[in-house]
T-cell receptor
Framework: SQQGEEDPQALSIQEGENATMNCSYK?????LQWYRQNSGRGLVHLIL?????REKHSGRLRVTLDTSKKSSSLLITASRAADTASYFCATAEGGSNYKLTFGKGTLLTVNP | SAVISQKPSRDICQRGTSLTIQCQVDSQVTMMFWYRQQPGQSLTLIAT?????????ESGFVIDKFPISRPNLTFSTLTVSNMSPEDSSIYLCSVGLAGGLETQYFGPGTRLLVL
């Protein structure tokens, strides 16, 4: 089964607005990570939140994790055109810290 | 962090042929991984490339189709064998660094089109 399902699948906003993307997963996890992919290129790691953490910040990024609901959200504040990309959540399951399962991703378009 | 390069960056191949993709890292790394990203889809782990031993393949992927080499701690290759149009994908390698295996660093990917 697919672990890490993001919604929405696509999101279009104006520069300066905030963008929120959600991720749900099915099994127990060690951590959850968010990655960004620009136009079919390699992935860039954004942020990692461990299963015992509830919220984490990095610059304009804010990630929350609710293990009871098996869900996470990524908030990008004051978005910029350069934030246009696909965003994926990835989970490391069970006893493994490195075998990542990726969600389907959210395509974010930030219009200037 | 780590800087990762892949060759080729893209290729167009005929069905029935094979393509070998190279992944080079600028430092010695413990873990190297190969992923496939089919058009418009997410990433799926193909295998973990182990230095000095056979790769560990995920369900749905076999060594005969995707042979992997890992001759040292900075280099790995993935071969896509006997290609069909269904193999058209982006293939990405990633690495996990010792002491920080949870975060993976990705190469730029190899975009493969099989005709």
């Amino acid at each position: 089964s697919q672990q890490g399902e993001e919604d929405p699948q696509a999101l279009s906003i104006q520069e300066g607005e905030n963008a929120t993307m959600n991720c749900s997963y099915k099994t127990s996890i060690n951590n959850l990570q968010w990655y960004r992919q620009n136009s079919g290129r390699g992935l860039v790691h954004l942020i990692l939140i461990r299963s015992n953490e509830r919220e984490k910040h990095s610059g304009r990024l804010r990630v929350t994790l609710d293990t009871s609901k098996k869900s996470s959200s990524l908030l990008i504040t004051a978005s910029r055109a350069a934030d246009t990309a696909s965003y994926f959540c990835a989970t490391a399951e069970g006893g493994s810290n490195y075998k990542l399962t990726f969600g389907k991703g959210t395509l974010l378009t930030v219009n200037p | 962090s780590a800087v990762i390069s892949q060759k080729p960056s893209r290729d167009i191949c005929q069905r029935g042929t094979s393509l070998t993709i190279q992944c080079q890292v600028d430092s010695q790394v413990t873990m190297m991984f190969w992923y496939r990203q089919q058009p418009g889809q997410s990433l799926t782990l193909i295998a973990t490339a182990n230095q000095g031993s056979e790769a560990t393949y995920e369900s749905g992927f076999v060594i005969d189709k995707f042979p992997i080499s890992r001759p040292n701690l900075t280099f790995s290759t993935l071969t896509v064998s006997n290609m069909s149009p269904e193999d058209s994908s982006i293939y990405l390698c990633s690495v996990g660094l010792a002491g920080g295996l949870e975060t993976q660093y990705f190469g730029p990917g190899t975009r493969l089109l099989v005709l």
